[in-house]
């Protein structure tokens, strides 16, 4: 069976969803899952953090940090925040600015399919082949045990990266934008919580499941946010953001209670309660299990009167510059995006069109644009679907 469409959409995941809702009525989404867009289902704990206020160029990583401002600015938070409340979604900030729904993360997908109109959509279609040849893609898919051909005037690759490929990811387009001349840039997980072995992972294993305020550093970028120590490792938004910006062999420095000065609140607690323990004090600001492998592991004993000003300067300058080296991280099977991807030099920034092949287009994840975490990643969906939509 031949098909012949304006516009084919591969990916019905956040961008190529969006994309579909601006690209004019001719368009065909197809996505090898059974569902669109499982990552909006389960994301932000099932309630889809779905944009930002405070979204930023500066808030992505790529290659060209100028590349995402075109789109970014073109279609922007307050546009999107415009067509959650169009839709009647009720939502709210939950910190920094992070917007989620208060129902479900499923409004987002039903105003997203709403918003989509007449454009088709082709669930549990396996993508066989892709060339292009007069002027038009000529794509071979397998839907319900039977080859369509599909030819298209303009083709989106909107297939996401390599983050969990239980959820159907497969670096897909990366493999098409190669096909088509497009430089990849080196790909690694990224929004993904970091491991350690050996004495440090035996530590952590033993905090697992405490959690602590903490300003985590690497290479010159630092994130106030909380810290998580897990079975493996830490985890936590801080270390999460963090793990964009480290690559194996880093070490990172934690603050812990950066919002503090314990140096201090420890002095003018000796005058009032010195006849405490140290680590009984210790455990009025920080989590009690942390306080005692700190006390086994740095050799913590006596009253808090026992402490000299030298003494309790050391401790909180080390609790303020702890470094530790993780050894790996968890990988795509956890993380929440895919850092680096289609090099964006082979990209309008405006349009998202590939400049080696007129009509194809590259959005979202698979281009090297990687958010923060809060929202950033959705946003980009959001901007490079329309900026891409539009031009079509
Ligand atoms: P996305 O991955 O959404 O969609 C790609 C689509 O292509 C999928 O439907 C997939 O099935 C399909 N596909 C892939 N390969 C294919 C193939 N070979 N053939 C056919 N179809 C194929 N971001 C944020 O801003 N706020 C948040 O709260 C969260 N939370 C979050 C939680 C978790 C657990 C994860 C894993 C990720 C997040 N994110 C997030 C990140 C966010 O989900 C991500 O950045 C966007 O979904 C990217 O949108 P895309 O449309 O580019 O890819």
């Known amino acids: 069976m031949v098909h012949s469409v304006q516009t084919l959409i591969l990916g019905a995941g956040a961008a190529g969803l969006m994309c579909a809702a601006h690209a004019g009525p001719d368009v065909l989404v197809v996505d090898h899952a ?106 071979t898919l397998t839907r319900e045990g039977k080859r369509h051909a599909v030819v298209a005037r ?23 934008a190669a096909q088509f001349g497009h430089r990849v840039t080196e790909t690694r997980p990224a929004l993904v919580p970091l491991t350690f072995e050996g004495a440090a992972k035996a530590h952590f294993a033993a905090l697992s499941g405490t959690s602590v305020p903490a300003r985590v550093a690497c290479n010159g970028t630092s994130f106030d946010e909380g810290m998580l120590f897990t079975h493996r490792g830490l985890s936590g938004p801080s270390i999460l953001q963090i793990s964009s910006y480290w690559t194996e062999g880093d070490t990172l420095s934690l603050h812990l209670l950066p919002e503090t000065d314990l140096y ?74 895919t850092l680096g991807g289609i090099a964006t030099e082979g990209l309008s920034s405006r349009t998202m069109e590939s400049q080696h092949v007129s009509g194809l287009y590259v959005i979202g994840e698979a281009a090297d644009v990687t958010g923060w975490l809060g929202g950033y990643n959705f946003q980009w969906a959001w901007s490079s679907g329309v900026a891409a939509g539009r031009a079509i």
């Open 154 to 176: 303009n083709l989106v690759l909107a297939t996401g990266g390599k983050s969990i490929p239980k959820m159907g990811a497969t670096g897909l387009a990366y493999r098409l």
């Open 264 to 337: 201090e609140t420890l002095r003018a607690q000796r005058t009032q309660a010195g006849g405490k323990a140290l680590t009984t004090i210790l455990a009025d600001h920080l989590p009690k299990k942390l306080v005692q492998h700190l006390a086994e592991a740095w050799g913590l004993s006596g009253n808090l009167a026992d402490q000299s000003d030298t003494a309790l300067r050391a401790l909180t300058e080390r609790l303020s510059a702890w470094h530790v080296t993780p050894t790996s991280s968890e990988g795509y099977r956890t993380a929440e995006v």
């Open 34 to 139: 059974k569902a669109p867009a499982e990552k909006i289902r389960i994301s932000g704990g099932g309630r889809c953090n779905f944009t930002n206020m405070y979204t930023e160029p500066e808030n992505f990583l790529s290659e060209n940090i100028h590349f995402a401002k075109s789109a970014l600015s073109r279609y922007t938070q307050w546009d999107f925040l415009d067509l959650v409340t169009k839709h009647g979604i009720p939502h709210h900030e939950k910190t920094l600015g992070q917007l989620f729904c208060d129902r479900s993360a499923k409004d987002i997908i039903a105003m997203l399919l709403a918003e989509m109109g007449p454009a088709k959509l082709w669930l549990q279609t396996e993508i066989a082949e892709v060339s292009h040849r007069d002027g038009a893609f000529h794509v």
